[in-house]
């Protein structure tokens, strides 16, 4: 990916200090901030290395977590997914409506159906050539629609002593359901995308699409598989935070696509596509968690301080990202 | 449509098909006018038509900009933010007089765009990020400067803009018409129009072939950024006081899919303003007829997902983006 430069000050065919520097930055920046972060944080706050607080951060990121996992995949692919906020708005309404009929149905209904309404996304994008954005776009409007018709436009509680809330609030050895569940998903994702021929693929298609058409790669295949992974996984995350929150609101999610968007961005994944990693979403989300969590510490910022915080955050990283980009290509 | 004309045999299918191309807005909102003046009570009267095209004049503002944006294969997911920064500085400026206030709701939107534009053309920066950041950051950024609140507006001139008629006209259609004229002729008749369907249809051609790519590129977002802080002034006005964390809320969703129905493709290298204007006015219609005949709105929404779907499949021939 790098290519060698002619530097006059460097013996040709070896990468510089600097070259191998900036490419670290740029794929491992997002970790290598997040411990910065988490060492000042632990400095300036008493009790913010305390279990509890930093399981809260974590169930914080959690649902987010579980869509940034998909996203990254669609946006190494080189394309994006809008629909996951109005996905899992859609998600927790089928799990609240599927709760009083036969509880388990409200784990297996809604990543089921949205991800077939992923699939749909992906048969749009991929046979019939349309734009994923403009796709997508179509999608966040008419889902939203649709969940707030299946709900008649008011949430839907779900009885809390119901088994179906233990995947929501429950705990195994102390430790959250939902956290368990995202860190199940980084987990095989980040084997798909690092070790399997799958992987390869979203990587091929990302960095050059018609070239991995031309291989022989299964291009199509490839990206139907994608967008249905992240119509799925938003439908989970909708079921697992209607189960936490003990009703399914037609209304949540809102907004939701873009902190997820900005979470693969800043976890440095190039939304040009070709490259990115599933540590680094990990990274980007659980710095977005923790940037809200000192915010609340803070306690005299308002949640407009936090918007302005993230928007900020996402123009240096990107701003860093272009620099050190460039500076690989020059 | 395309179908109806397939099945004709007389017909000839593909010009029938690359016509309703072209003027698909045009087809779907002449129809929905029809289905209105039928179904509809009280649908053709002059109140209607004025609702239509008040609550449509701030869209049709922000859509223009958006329009140029996606012309040069870029995108302003801004405009909601910039206009609710717009709201938010309005009544802080109102005690120095009408023209300072505007003025510097104008510079803070023109401030917004060059934020915008600079790291599009020049950090290199992908617009829907760069944007995007606006987008989250903005409406903080303009609930603080308001302080979290909702100030009221008492200037006569400028809730004018917002609730006034000149000649029985609203004035906010007089300035949606004044904007879509003056963009029109950018687009058509200047220069700087030519340069921004260069730059969108090939960049590095453009470039190579001398044409100022950043400057357009930046002019492209403290235009569009300028249109949304109009825009916001108008909606402020019309409403009667600042309200930064409503006014403009997921308008940006709006204006793309009047610009991407009316037949501007997100590839970039065109620009259709009456499309653009149709557009508008189309999603908007779409909303109407669901209020005035007491459906259920959310299934507006579906409609319009619909719709934007038709319209991009009808158009994909032209390349996609």
Known sequence: MATRTADPHTTGGKFTWRERLFTTLQKRGAIAVLILVVAVSALAFDNFLTAQNLQNIVLQGAFLGLIVVGMTFVIISGGIDLSVGSLLALGGVLAALTVPVFWPLALILPPLFCGLIGFGNGLLIAKAKMAPFIVTLAGLLGIRGLALAFAGERPIGIDGGSPFAWFGQGQIFGVAVPIIVVLVAFAVGGLVLARTSYGRVIFAIGGNEESARLMGLPVDRTKIIAYTTSGALAGLAGALLAARLSAGDPNGGLAWELDAISAVVVGGTLLTGGAGSISGSLAGVLLLSILQNLINQVGTLGSYAQQLVSGFFLIVVVVAQAYLTRRQRV | ?321
């Open chain 2, 1 to 321: 449509m395309a179908r109806g004309a397939a099945a004709d045999k007389s017909f000839d299918v593909s010009t029938a098909t690359s016509w309703v191309r072209g003027r698909g807005v045009y087809v779907a909102f002449v129809v929905l006018v029809i289905f209105n003046l039928i179904v509809t009570p009280n649908f053709a009267s002059v109140v209607t038509l004025s609702t239509l095209l008040i609550t449509v004049s701030p869209i049709i503002l922000v859509s223009l900009g958006v329009a140029l944006a996606i012309g040069t294969e870029g995108i302003d997911l801004s405009v909601g933010s910039v206009m609710a920064l717009a709201s938010a500085f309005l009544p802080l400026y109102l005690g120095y007089g009408w023209p300072v206030a505007v003025l510097v709701v104008l510079l803070v939107g023109a401030l917004a765009g060059l934020v915008n534009g600079s790291l599009v053309a020049f950090v290199g920066v992908q617009p829907i990020i760069a944007t995007l950041a606006l987008l989250v950051g903005g409406r903080g950024l303009a609930q603080i400067f308001a302080g979290g609140q909702s100030l009221p507006i008492t200037d006569p001139t400028v809730l004018w803009l917002g609730q006034g008629r000149l000649f029985g006209i609203p004035a906010p259609v007089i300035l949606a018409a004044a904007a879509v004229l003056v963009v029109g002729f950018l687009v058509n008749r200047t220069t700087f129009g030519r340069y921004v369907v260069a730059v969108g249809g090939n960049r590095s051609a453009s470039f190579l072939s001398g044409h100022p790519v950043r400057r357009t590129l930046l002019a492209v977002y403290v235009i569009s950024a300028l249109l949304a802080a109009l825009a916001g002034i108008v909606a402020t006005a019309r409403l009667g006081a600042s309200d930064p964390s409503n006014i403009g809320l997921l308008i940006e969703l709006s204006a793309i899919t009047a610009v991407v129905v009316g037949g501007t493709p997100l590839s970039g290298g065109r620009v259709k303003i009456m499309g653009t204007v149709m557009g508008a006015l189309l999603i908007q219609l779409i909303t109407n007829t669901f209020i005035a005949n007491d459906l259920p709105f959310t299934w507006a929404q579906v409609l319009t997902a619909a719709i934007i779907l038709v319209a991009v499949y009808l158009q994909k021939g032209r390349g996609t983006a």
